[in-house]
Protein backbone atom coordinates (compact mmCIF):
# COMPACT_ATOMS: atom_id res chain seq x y z
CA UNK A 1 0.00 0.00 0.00
CA UNK A 2 1.49 3.39 -0.60
CA UNK A 3 2.09 6.18 1.61
CA UNK A 4 2.03 8.75 -1.04
CA UNK A 5 -0.98 11.34 -0.59
CA UNK A 6 -3.52 10.82 -3.48
CA UNK A 7 -3.59 13.22 -6.06
CA UNK A 8 -7.23 14.79 -4.36
CA UNK A 9 -7.57 16.50 -1.45
CA UNK A 10 -10.18 15.86 1.07
CA UNK A 11 -13.10 18.51 1.92
CA UNK A 12 -11.19 21.13 3.30
CA UNK A 13 -14.26 21.78 5.64
CA UNK A 14 -13.92 18.41 7.47
CA UNK A 15 -11.16 16.74 9.97
CA UNK A 16 -10.23 13.72 9.22
CA UNK A 17 -9.43 11.18 11.56
CA UNK A 18 -7.82 7.56 12.57
CA UNK A 19 -9.00 6.15 15.38
CA UNK A 20 -7.69 2.41 16.38
CA UNK A 21 -6.68 0.21 19.05
CA UNK A 22 -2.64 -1.27 18.50
CA UNK A 23 -1.13 -4.01 20.23
CA UNK A 24 2.31 -3.09 21.36
CA UNK A 25 3.86 -5.05 18.07
CA UNK A 26 1.97 -2.75 15.41
CA UNK A 27 -1.45 -6.05 15.41
CA UNK A 28 -4.96 -4.62 14.89
CA UNK A 29 -6.77 -7.87 14.17
CA UNK A 30 -6.39 -11.42 13.31
CA UNK A 31 -8.33 -13.92 10.91
CA UNK A 32 -11.14 -10.50 10.66
CA UNK A 33 -11.62 -9.80 14.75
CA UNK A 34 -9.82 -8.31 16.99
CA UNK A 35 -7.52 -10.32 19.56
CA UNK A 36 -7.92 -8.60 22.42
CA UNK A 37 -11.80 -7.93 24.51
CA UNK A 38 -10.84 -4.33 25.84
CA UNK A 39 -14.55 -2.56 26.85
CA UNK A 40 -12.91 0.65 28.02
CA UNK A 41 -11.74 1.33 24.42
CA UNK A 42 -15.04 0.64 23.05
CA UNK A 43 -16.76 2.65 25.13
CA UNK A 44 -13.81 5.18 24.15
CA UNK A 45 -14.51 4.63 20.91
CA UNK A 46 -18.05 5.40 20.71
CA UNK A 47 -17.73 8.42 23.11
CA UNK A 48 -15.24 10.13 19.89
CA UNK A 49 -17.18 8.72 16.86
CA UNK A 50 -20.58 9.69 18.49
CA UNK A 51 -22.74 11.69 15.70
CA UNK A 52 -20.24 11.72 12.82
CA UNK A 53 -19.52 9.58 9.78
CA UNK A 54 -17.45 6.76 10.52
CA UNK A 55 -15.82 5.06 7.25
CA UNK A 56 -14.50 1.68 7.08
CA UNK A 57 -13.86 -1.13 4.89
CA UNK A 58 -16.05 -4.07 3.89
CA UNK A 59 -13.79 -6.45 5.69
CA UNK A 60 -13.90 -4.75 8.96
CA UNK A 61 -18.16 -3.97 8.44
CA UNK A 62 -18.17 -7.73 7.89
CA UNK A 63 -16.25 -8.17 10.81
CA UNK A 64 -18.83 -6.08 12.98
CA UNK A 65 -21.34 -8.56 14.66
CA UNK A 66 -24.39 -8.13 13.17
CA UNK A 67 -26.37 -7.23 16.02
CA UNK A 68 -23.83 -3.69 16.41
CA UNK A 69 -24.31 -2.96 12.78
CA UNK A 70 -24.86 -0.58 11.31
CA UNK A 71 -23.36 1.59 14.28
CA UNK A 72 -26.20 3.40 15.93
CA UNK A 73 -25.78 7.24 15.76
CA UNK A 74 -23.30 7.58 13.07
CA UNK A 75 -23.49 7.27 9.21
CA UNK A 76 -22.01 3.99 8.70
CA UNK A 77 -19.66 4.56 4.86
CA UNK A 78 -18.25 1.06 3.74
CA UNK A 79 -16.02 0.82 0.92
CA UNK A 80 -15.78 -1.95 -1.44
CA UNK A 81 -14.92 -2.65 -4.95
CA UNK A 82 -18.37 -4.51 -5.53
CA UNK A 83 -20.58 -3.01 -7.37
CA UNK A 84 -23.38 -4.74 -5.94
CA UNK A 85 -22.67 -4.97 -2.21
CA UNK A 86 -25.66 -3.27 -0.43
CA UNK A 87 -26.45 -3.76 3.51
CA UNK A 88 -29.11 -2.24 5.72
CA UNK A 89 -28.19 0.84 7.10
CA UNK A 90 -24.49 1.41 4.90
CA UNK A 91 -23.43 3.65 2.21
CA UNK A 92 -21.51 1.98 -0.03
CA UNK A 93 -18.35 4.12 -1.51
CA UNK A 94 -16.54 2.38 -4.41
CA UNK A 95 -13.43 3.80 -2.82
CA UNK A 96 -12.23 6.54 0.04
CA UNK A 97 -12.53 9.48 -2.54
CA UNK A 98 -16.73 8.96 -2.57
CA UNK A 99 -16.83 7.94 1.04
CA UNK A 100 -15.42 11.26 1.74
CA UNK A 101 -17.53 13.23 -0.14
CA UNK A 102 -20.64 11.01 1.77
CA UNK A 103 -19.09 11.60 4.79
CA UNK A 104 -19.07 15.89 3.74
CA UNK A 105 -22.93 15.71 2.94
CA UNK A 106 -23.40 14.67 6.94
CA UNK A 107 -21.91 18.34 7.78
CA UNK A 108 -19.93 17.23 10.38
CA UNK A 109 -16.67 18.37 11.16
CA UNK A 110 -14.78 15.22 11.27
CA UNK A 111 -14.98 12.27 9.50
CA UNK A 112 -13.54 8.99 11.48
CA UNK A 113 -11.18 5.93 9.77
CA UNK A 114 -12.27 3.37 12.12
CA UNK A 115 -10.50 0.56 9.70
CA UNK A 116 -9.44 -1.98 9.18
CA UNK A 117 -5.63 -1.86 7.70
CA UNK A 118 -5.93 -1.33 4.14
CA UNK A 119 -8.68 1.48 4.94
CA UNK A 120 -5.97 3.26 7.83
CA UNK A 121 -3.09 3.02 5.02
CA UNK A 122 -4.64 4.47 2.52
CA UNK A 123 -6.33 7.33 4.69
CA UNK A 124 -3.58 8.37 6.54
CA UNK A 125 -1.75 10.47 4.25
CA UNK A 126 -5.07 12.60 4.29
CA UNK A 127 -5.74 12.97 8.13
CA UNK A 128 -4.88 15.40 10.63
CA UNK A 129 -5.50 13.93 13.53
CA UNK A 130 -4.79 10.14 14.78
CA UNK A 131 -6.35 8.33 18.31
CA UNK A 132 -4.58 5.05 19.36
CA UNK A 133 -5.40 3.11 22.14
CA UNK A 134 -1.86 1.55 22.63
CA UNK A 135 -1.94 -2.25 23.87
CA UNK A 136 1.26 -2.86 26.14
CA UNK A 137 1.04 -6.31 25.17
CA UNK A 138 2.03 -8.20 22.06
CA UNK A 139 -0.95 -10.54 20.23
CA UNK A 140 -0.60 -12.42 17.31
CA UNK A 141 -2.43 -11.13 14.24
CA UNK A 142 -2.45 -10.67 10.46
CA UNK A 143 -3.57 -7.15 10.17
CA UNK A 144 -1.32 -4.04 11.36
CA UNK A 145 -1.32 -0.21 12.41
CA UNK A 146 -0.06 2.29 9.93
CA UNK A 147 3.49 3.42 11.05
CA UNK A 148 3.12 6.89 12.47
CA UNK A 149 6.04 8.99 11.17
CA UNK A 150 7.58 12.02 12.35
CA UNK A 151 5.38 14.11 10.33
CA UNK A 152 2.74 12.99 13.81
CA UNK A 153 2.96 14.54 17.18
CA UNK A 154 1.70 13.29 20.47
CA UNK A 155 -0.18 15.62 21.89
CA UNK A 156 -2.06 13.79 24.90
CA UNK A 157 -1.55 10.74 27.07
CA UNK A 158 -3.40 9.03 29.30
CA UNK A 159 -2.79 5.61 31.47
CA UNK A 160 -5.14 3.08 31.98
CA UNK A 161 -6.04 -0.85 33.43
CA UNK A 162 -8.57 -2.55 31.33
CA UNK A 163 -10.92 -4.46 33.50
CA UNK A 164 -9.44 -7.74 32.45
CA UNK A 165 -5.68 -6.28 33.50
CA UNK A 166 -4.74 -5.35 30.08
CA UNK A 167 -2.67 -2.09 30.32
CA UNK A 168 -3.26 0.54 28.07
CA UNK A 169 -3.26 4.34 27.18
CA UNK A 170 -5.28 6.33 25.15
CA UNK A 171 -3.23 8.71 23.07
CA UNK A 172 -3.51 11.77 20.37
CA UNK A 173 -1.39 12.05 17.40
CA UNK A 174 -1.49 15.44 15.35
CA UNK A 175 0.35 16.32 11.78
CA UNK A 176 2.55 18.64 12.72
CA UNK A 177 2.54 22.43 11.04
CA UNK A 178 4.52 22.94 7.87
N1 LIG B 1 -7.87 -2.77 16.27
C1 LIG B 1 -8.70 -1.93 15.65
O1 LIG B 1 -8.92 -0.79 16.10
C2 LIG B 1 -9.37 -2.37 14.37
C3 LIG B 1 -10.27 -1.51 13.73
C4 LIG B 1 -10.87 -1.93 12.55
C5 LIG B 1 -10.57 -3.19 12.02
N2 LIG B 1 -9.69 -3.99 12.69
C6 LIG B 1 -9.33 -5.30 12.14
O2 LIG B 1 -8.74 -5.12 10.86
C7 LIG B 1 -8.99 -6.31 10.08
C8 LIG B 1 -9.60 -5.91 8.74
O3 LIG B 1 -8.66 -5.09 8.04
P1 LIG B 1 -8.32 -5.38 6.49
O4 LIG B 1 -7.18 -4.52 6.11
O5 LIG B 1 -8.18 -6.86 6.30
O6 LIG B 1 -9.65 -4.97 5.74
P2 LIG B 1 -10.45 -3.56 5.61
O7 LIG B 1 -9.48 -2.43 5.42
O8 LIG B 1 -11.44 -3.46 6.72
O9 LIG B 1 -11.31 -3.81 4.30
C9 LIG B 1 -10.64 -4.16 3.09
C10 LIG B 1 -11.67 -4.10 1.99
O10 LIG B 1 -12.02 -2.73 1.75
C11 LIG B 1 -12.25 -2.56 0.36
N3 LIG B 1 -11.25 -1.63 -0.17
C12 LIG B 1 -9.98 -1.40 0.26
N4 LIG B 1 -9.39 -0.44 -0.47
C13 LIG B 1 -10.30 -0.04 -1.39
C14 LIG B 1 -10.28 0.93 -2.42
N5 LIG B 1 -9.20 1.70 -2.66
N6 LIG B 1 -11.39 1.08 -3.19
C15 LIG B 1 -12.48 0.32 -2.96
N7 LIG B 1 -12.56 -0.62 -1.98
C16 LIG B 1 -11.48 -0.79 -1.20
C17 LIG B 1 -12.14 -3.93 -0.27
O11 LIG B 1 -13.44 -4.49 -0.17
P3 LIG B 1 -14.01 -5.57 -1.24
O12 LIG B 1 -13.14 -6.79 -1.06
O13 LIG B 1 -15.43 -5.77 -0.82
O14 LIG B 1 -13.86 -4.92 -2.59
C18 LIG B 1 -11.19 -4.62 0.67
O15 LIG B 1 -11.25 -6.03 0.61
C19 LIG B 1 -9.91 -7.18 10.92
O16 LIG B 1 -9.13 -8.15 11.61
C20 LIG B 1 -10.51 -6.20 11.92
O17 LIG B 1 -10.91 -6.83 13.12
C21 LIG B 1 -9.09 -3.61 13.84
Redesign the pocket.
Known sequence: MSDMPPDWLPPHNMQLALI???AANGV???D???PWHLPEDLAHFKTLTQGHPVI?????WD?LPARFRPLPGRANIV????AD?HEIGAQRA???REALLFAEQTATTTAWI??????YA?ALPLASRVEVTEIDRDFDGD?LAPTLGPEWQEVARSRHVGSGGLPFSFVTYERRCG
Open positions: YARIGKGTMMGRKTSVTRQWSNLMGGAQIQA
